[in-house]
């Protein structure tokens, strides 16, 4: 059980297009998910918490109008990089949190998304 | 806010233990994270222990919770070189995980 799913693993894209990523929980529901972005070699970052229905809030320091997320459902999750640019390119991992009586905290990982913007 | 600090590397003989350390800094974080990232993968959840508790073991692993020096430890038994990968320490405070920099743990044949 709690599997997370991303979809792609891996993209490619121009500089100046937008890539779209999705996260989806397949076995639970998910009430939050996390989107975090790991450099080579570095811990994860937290980009934002987005709660299904209402809008995400992103950590300080990350563009909201370039990392939009929307959370559309209870197992969705999508997060788009809008004009990606190369400095954009990095490991985006996004994970989910069932409402669990014992931890509001235990997070499922997906298998992360790796976009290399040229 | 919370920091989360663990050593980078650590190397270790097939067969033997290894023990992966973490320090911490808020103290009110429920919960206390192990989870395991090989190569270009997501991150995998080991294991958890609640705040209240010393140790928990689950098979090979043993987390060890030392509160009053916030300290946790992950000590794998019989390591293998199929536990190669990094493992990451977390926190949970709010609601958000706040993870250390990671262990890159290294099993020689």
């Known amino acids: 059980g709690a599997v997370v799913s991303q979809h792609p693993s891996r993209v490619i894209c121009k500089s100046g297009t937008s890539v779209k990523i999705e996260c989806r929980s397949l076995d639970f529901q998910a009430t939050t998910m996390f989107w975090y972005r790991q450099f080579p070699k570095k811990s994860l970052m937290l980009m934002a918490t987005s709660n299904e229905g209402s809008k995400a809030t992103y950590e300080q320091g990350v563009e909201k109008d370039k990392f939009l997320i929307n959370h559309a459902s209870l197992t969705l999750s999508t997060l788009t990089v809008t004009s990606a640019h190369p400095e954009d390119s990095s490991f985006y991992i996004c994970?989910?949190?069932?409402?669990?009586?014992?931890?509001?905290?235990?997070?499922?990982f997906g298998p992360g998304t790796r976009l290399l913007v040229l | 806010g919370e920091d989360v600090e663990q050593s980078l590397f650590l190397s270790v003989r097939e067969g033997d233990s290894s023990v992966i350390n973490c320090t911490y800094t808020d103290s009110s974080s429920t919960y206390l994270y192990w989870y395991k990232q090989e190569p270009g993968a997501g991150l995998q959840l080991l294991t958890y222990?609640?705040?209240?508790?010393d140790m928990k073991q689950d098979q090979r692993l043993t987390v060890l919770l030392n509160k009053k020096d916030k300290h946790l430890s992950l000590r794998i038994a019989d390591t293998q070189t199929g536990d190669s990968a990094i493992y990451f320490c977390?926190?949970?405070?709010?609601?958000?995980?706040?993870f250390g920099q990671g262990t890159e743990l290294s099993v020689k044949p």
């Open positions: 222990i609640f705040s209240n508790m």
């Open positions: 977390a926190g949970g405070s709010g609601g958000k995980l706040i």
């Open positions: 994970s989910a949190s069932p409402f669990l009586r014992e931890s509001q905290e235990t997070q499922y």
